[in-house]
């Protein structure tokens, strides 16, 4: 369900929304926390604005020189002066914590994942490998996931976030991702998954995720990566674990045999 008001939209969705204020729905325990945490923030930043609002609405009210043609001269106010140095230096370690703590818990390395997915970027595609089922270079697990073009769409399909091929994960289940790229610097990123990760040539970087629910998760590169840098979306699409197997083998192996 949305509600618009004034052409802004507040929508439960794993993909952009024109007008859309608010983050997409979280599909993993990392973007659950990212949200937790900017709501948190959030309200430390609301009663900031309502005290120096209060304060600075008093001051313009009280010292107006109709009011107080005669100001006052105050040239030294210990107590106040201990205040607004404490108070503002508290606020920050409120923050900092959980700060912290979402931050080492989103650079945690799964030691023993269930599949690893390696993504490689390219200008301007992207090429996915199954590590898990290489029995050897010529029974490789790999595709090559294109943009489709404007006018190849569907109804129902979004304009530069669709591909002719999705990553298809199951979800519930620990995943690794290995990023690098084949040319340029890339940037592998899907707002629900709460993953923003940078793809550096010659480095391979990696990326333990776990999708709590299934769907269709839609990113892209943040990476400005050249002239068609905004045609290399990202399309995630996390199914049941007990389908997984049959859409692996009816979808990802017939393209690879054409590829």
């Avoid at 009210?61 to 030294?76: A, D, E, G």
């Avoid at 205040?83 to 606020?91: A, D, E, G, Q, V």
């Amino acid at each position: 369900m949305k509600l618009e008001w004034l052409f802004l939209t507040i929508a439960p969705c794993d993909a952009a929304e024109p007008w859309q204020l608010g983050f997409q729905d979280a599909a993993t325990p990392m973007m659950q926390g990212i949200i937790d945490l900017h709501h948190d923030i959030f309200f430390f930043l609301i009663l900031i604005l309502v005290f120096v609002s209060r304060i600075l609405v008093r001051a313009l009210w009280h010292f107006h020189y109709q009011k107080n043609p005669i100001p006052q001269r105050i040239v030294h106010g210990t107590t106040i002066e201990i205040l607004r140095t404490i108070f503002p230096s508290i606020i920050p370690m409120f923050i900092a914590i959980p700060s912290f703590a979402l931050l080492y818990s989103m650079d945690e390395v799964v030691v023993d994942p269930a599949m690893t997915i390696k993504a490689i970027g390219h200008q301007w595609y992207r090429t996915y490998e199954y590590s898990d089922y290489n029995s050897s270079d010529e029974q490789s697990l790999t595709f090559d996931s294109y943009t489709i073009p404007e006018d190849d769409l569907e109804l129902g399909q979004s304009r530069l976030l669709e591909v002719d091929n999705r990553v298809v994960v199951p979800a519930k289940t620990h995943l690794r991702i290995i990023v690098t790229p084949a040319d340029v610097p890339h940037s592998w990123a899907v707002p629900s998954l709460g993953v923003k990760c940078d793809v550096v040539p010659g480095r391979l970087n990696q990326i333990s995720i776990s999708v709590q629910r299934e769907g269709v998760y839609y990113g892209q590169c943040s990476e400005i990566c050249g002239t068609n840098h905004a045609f290399t979306p990202i399309v995630v699409e996390a199914v049941p674990s007990k389908d997984y197997g049959s859409r692996v083998s009816n979808q990802l192996i017939p393209q690879t045999g054409e590829a």
